[in-house]
């Protein structure tokens, strides 16, 4: 899937993920994409959490290999 | 930007001294401040040794407040965990475990909280019955008693007590 920009943030802990994720969508303008790979087991249902309160939308996810990947329009 | 009753807000009072609790504190902090809320972190007596840098500084003290800043720990590297402390033992071993797993430092932690402007407040009735002063904390944090807090924690959904 097309992305604006991509967050590795692989082997990363709690809270991390999410704050990088907060970051990252930070620099984005409205309508963009960001993909996020994470390996934390939190990260699905934290990001899911996250962009529902926060006013962005999830596109798709998947997991390969242990790694979940996002995609996330900022609203 | 920033309006009464438009911004989400969190509030935490950190009473514990505890490194486990200080460390879920800031965790919750710093992931209520990538949700966009306005935290405050408010530190009441054992949690304000969380704040206290880790060099000791050269202030007026009394007999019972040298004791007390000898007795407690000085600053988030000397903290001792609530269960299995062992001495020093537990820390070093949750503290090894930690970076095993790529976890945050509870310094690291802190550090990340102020650069994502979480407020960090040290309650100054306390401050004065451990005979902290402000020379001895963290630079970047604010002084306020109860009622900043209050002021704080009615516009807040989310107010912990750890």
Known sequence: ?75 | MTQVGTTERTTIVLFSGDLDKSIAAFIIANGAAAYDHEVTIFFTFWGLNALRKDQPVPVKKGLLEKAFAWMMPRGSKKLGLSRMNFAGAGPAMIKHVMKKHNALSLPQLIELAQAQGVKLVACTMTMDLLGLQQEELLDGIEYAGVAAYLGDATEAKVNLFI
């Open chain 1, 1 to 75: 899937m097309d992305h604006n920009k991509l967050l590795d943030a692989t082997g990363l802990a709690c809270p991390m993920p999410i704050v990088k994720t907060k970051k990252s969508i930070d620099e984005l303008s409205s309508g963009q994409v960001l993909e996020v790979h994470a390996t934390d087991k939190g990260a699905q249902n934290d990001l899911t959490a996250w962009a529902k309160k926060t006013g962005h939308e999830i596109l798709d996810s998947k997991e390969e290999n242990g790694v979940f990947k996002f995609w996330i329009r900022k609203g």
